[in-house]
């Protein structure tokens, strides 16, 4: 199967981003077959892209979510991006801060990841939900203002089945981020 680590949002958040879904539509130039929106009930914020993954690794991170659900503040957004620029784009995303608390997070899902078996990640983690696929040839005009922050609500290990016309996502395991106290 193929995996990866995820955050899911909140449902405000998801209800946040689908109000500015129309904005977007509205910036992007060419035809609308060009860009395929990921459907809201599959917008995540990969923390770690495994791969493929066997029975015994599946096991082990079904086992680990727990301690890896740590309470989390709504992560600060910085803005709408095309990556991975505008002369080639493939993807629309929302760019958010990774901050302290979302750095540690990813650090440590990449040393369970290794723990597990998985050969180390070979790119920076940069924390982004991807709104939409692009094919080549669209482009964006000026993209609206951002929700100013995204919340999480729980830490998933994901199945990602690759179809066409779009990937699916299935929740292998989850586990609720832990509730903050002020």
């Known amino acids: 199967m193929r995996c990866f680590l995820a955050l899911l949002p909140d449902a405000a958040s998801r209800q946040a981003l689908q109000r500015n879904h129309e904005a977007l539509e509205h910036a992007a130039v060419g035809a609308v077959r060009s860009v395929r929106w990921v459907e809201p009930a599959a917008l995540h914020l990969t923390l770690r892209f495994l791969g493929a993954s066997g029975t ?15 309470a989390l503040p709504a992560i600060p957004a910085r803005r709408y991006g095309v990556w991975p620029n505008r002369s080639r784009p493939r993807l629309l995303v929302l760019e958010l801060d990774a901050g302290t608390g979302l750095s540690h997070l990813a650090h440590e899902c990449e040393t369970q990841a290794r723990k597990a078996g998985f050969e ?3 790119r920076d983690f940069r924390a982004h939900v991807t709104l939409a696929r692009l094919r080549p040839g669209c482009g964006f005009g000026i993209l609206p203002n951002p929700p100013t922050a995204i919340g999480f609500e729980a830490i998933a290990l994901m199945q ?14 989850r586990e609720a981020l832990a509730t903050r106290h002020s």
Do not use: G
Request: proline share 16%; no cysteine; hydrophobic share 50%.
């Open 56 to 70: 015994a690794q599946i096991d082990y991170f079904k086992h680990m979510l727990p301690a890896l659900a740590p």
């Open 120 to 122: 180390p990640e070979p």
């Open 160 to 173: 990602s089945t690759l179809a066409q016309p779009v990937a699916t996502y299935a929740a292998l395991a």
